[in-house]
């Protein structure tokens, strides 16, 4: 006897057929649910009401799915707006790409993951680069200016440590020893509705430093800034703009 691919096969003549988009939006939806670490080939196929070996035909795996995914999210950021100054275009596409995050909180994660840059992601920052170059700045100084961005040209910052914990007074005895640090933590006060992945990348953080690194980029354009020639330059990986300082934050669940 031969396994339906789908649950009531035969008996449903009006079953949307399964496809990859639609497994990708439903794999999306679920995320937004419940969360990436709930996501399995098996829930995924339950919420579709087919086997899971009906996805495998759209998907080889679950590291393919999550691929899928960051793509679909990425196609949802804004085209660039037409405008005569480069600042303001830049600006809005990666506020656009944040606002993108902020529905799909668990999306940043995976986009930290994945091990080489997708299809769509790389067509965006291939795209961005175009956006800083149009405005005027040099090879040499956008691909310094790509690195600096780093993942804030998804629209989100990456947190040394995992911040995102019970907020509160700090341990006198750490105090004692940090004061610095303590001082910092008391007077931060960050909007939780507006961060991107838990931690201190709130609206307000985000926009305070993608303002001040476009300012200081139109700066060293306006004086014809140019890096220190030692060498010819080597072969640059096109996922380095996204890993200043590697994955950060735990790995996405192989199930």
């Not at 070996?53 to 950021?77: F, P, R, S, T």
């Not at 200016?145 to 341990?171: C, I, K, N, W």
């Not at 991107?196 to 200081?216: I, R, S």
Request: charged share 25%.
């Amino acid at each position: 006897m031969t396994r339906p691919e789908a649950k009531g096969k035969g008996k449903d003549t009006g079953r949307i057929p399964l496809n990859r988009d639609r497994v990708l939006r439903a794999a999306v939806a679920l995320a937004d649910a419940t969360g990436i670490d709930a996501l399995s080939m098996r829930r995924l196929a339950q919420e579709l009401d087919v086997v899971p070996m009906a996805l495998y035909k759209h998907v080889a795996n679950k590291e393919e799915l999550l691929d899928g995914m960051a793509d679909a999210v990425v196609g949802e950021i804004d085209p660039p707006a037409a405008g005569p100054d480069w600042r303001p275009v830049v600006r809005g596409r990666i506020l656009s790409a944040r606002r993108v995050l902020l529905r799909h909180p668990w999306a940043a994660r995976v986009i930290e993951s994945r091990t080489g840059p997708t299809p769509a992601v790389l067509a965006y920052l291939d795209s961005m680069a175009g956006l800083f170059r149009a405005g005027g700045l040099s090879a040499d100084l956008t691909h310094h200016v790509m690195h600096a961005m780093g993942s804030r040209l998804l629209g989100f910052s990456q947190e040394l440590f995992d911040t995102s914990g019970p907020s509160g007074p700090p341990d006198p005895a750490l105090a004692a020893r940090f004061p610095h640090i303590a001082e910092l933590a008391a007077t931060a006060a960050h909007d939780d509705g507006s961060t991107v992945g838990g931690g201190c990348d709130d609206q307000f953080e985000f926009e305070f430093a993608l303002d001040l690194l476009l300012d200081g980029f139109e700066n060293l354009r306006r004086r014809g800034w140019t890096s220190p020639r030692v060498g010819p330059v080597g072969p640059v990986s096109p996922l380095s703009p996204l890993s200043p300082v590697g994955p950060v934050g735990p790995p996405v669940s192989p199930r």
